[in-house]
DNA sequence: ATCGGTCTGTACACAAATGTACCGAAGCTC
DNA sequence: GAGCTTCGGTACATTTGTGTACAGACCGAT
């Protein structure tokens, strides 16, 4: 399902482009480019881990999936991340499914390669995969609360904001997939995002969603957009940015 | 609000025992042994983090905590884990609140004397704390999706058998605790706990609780608690166990 | 142009948790 | 042992979300 490209071009991934150039040029010949659409699941519960990936346009989503097939987002991970931290961590498998949401273009690497990649002795890849887990970890547990506290709508919001930032206006993407995504019913989403239609703060019509008002939805949105946010740009905050 | 204790004995925190000889004793001599009262405050969120502990007897809870105060429980750490995994990842705050939970011991060391210990060749410490860090991050997902999906009362049940497995039978909380633990309004608690008695699997009174029958908290329990205690038991299978 | 599948709007009965309030009882302090 | 504080039981109206069902609308494929 995954196309390999010829020619890696400039990696856009945040991680790599903050690489010292030493570390970059070496992983970077074993980078490899695949384009990734939407649904593709990457790794199931359990499965173990044959890449790590580095997101670039594509955008993935890590499910925590009950018994019964129920699915809740633990975190988004686009170009600021990585998909296979486990690996970092000594691990081989992922207890979460990682699934498409943006269909794109990701960097990535055998993990047997990434590990080796980790024992040099001169990368500054754990440095930045540290700061990475900080903020997974922070933005984790402000999603735990969230789902206890907050309403669908602040959700919905929380999350549409959050897209924004990956992608831009244009989100494809299905209500009922936004509903296993929050872990919620499909009409729940339904409902909640025409209220945002009828406000302009997001227009939609069969699985494309445009967003209209950034403000306004920040409006609608619960404090953990921006805390999540925040705690963002503080860990990451001197690292390089990528202009896509 | 701290008791240091004269002599240190044998700490009986998992990660230090599983420390190799040498990492040991070079730890152990920096370590102070804490005695520390029910609700102690120990890292508001955003703090400055001062001193890294390993619970001894001691159970501690990872709050996350909205602008309104509402908290929510992320994880709780035991015996099993260390408060202040955050140095290990290179910060020196943290984005949590971190109350005590059950009144007990546990072992502190100044966080840059931790560092130090961290920086030194020979130790397996950064090893225990990787895998440490994987079973929080499952933990914290878990529980994200949790919150969303299982009711209260699965919740209660889930979260009493996790006390069980720190402290055995006898719990000292008060129903307002557990609320704000779990995230919910305390007569939520009061009215599931009652269920819970009344079918005899705790008793309760004023703030001790007794666990009564743990195969019956079990049936009422969702996954989760056995999806994170496996995890547990998977990621630290070959640790030596500590009796107390 | 038609068909079929997918996506969204809507409805309704129901369950679960909320917010709030008040009372009695247990335990602590003096 | 009197009084205060804390803790737990209970009630009720309200909100939020569930589960389920169905219909209309849109889109792509034949």
């Excluded at 494309?208 to 705690?231: D, N, P, T, W």
């Amino acid at each position: 399902m995954s196309t390999p490209s010829s020619q890696p071009q400039q990696p856009e991934n945040r991680i790599i482009a903050a690489l010292n150039s030493t570390s970059y040029q070496h992983l970077l010949s074993q980078l490899e480019r695949v384009t990734l659409p939407l649904g593709e699941v990457i790794y199931e519960p359990g499965d173990h881990i044959d890449y790590v990936y580095f997101p670039e346009t594509a955008v993935f989503s890590m499910l925590c999936m009950m018994e019964n097939g129920d699915t809740v987002e633990v975190g988004p991970v686009g170009r600021e991340g990585i998909v296979g931290l486990n690996i970092f961590f000594g691990a081989n498998t992922t207890p979460t499914e990682l699934v498409v949401h943006v269909a794109g273009t990701a960097m990535k690497i055998k993990a047997e390669l990434f590990r080796q990649e980790l024992r040099s002795e001169r990368s500054v890849l754990p440095h930045l995969l540290f700061r990475y887990s900080q903020m997974l970890l922070a933005m984790t547990g402000q999603c735990a609360a969230c789902n206890k506290l907050h309403s669908l709508e602040q959700q919905l919001a929380r999350w549409l904001l959050m897209m924004h930032d990956y992608v831009g206006n244009e989100l494809l993407l299905t209500h009922d997939l936004i509903a296993l995504t929050l872990g919620v019913r499909r009409p729940g989403i339904s409902e909640s995002a025409l209220l945002f239609k009828q406000e302009g703060l997001i227009n939609y019509q069969r699985g494309h969603i445009q967003m209209l008002s950034r403000q306004g939805l920040e409006a609608k949105a619960c404090e953990c957009y921006r805390v999540i946010r925040e705690e963002y740009e503080r860990l990451f905050a001197d690292l390089p940015r990528i202009s896509a």
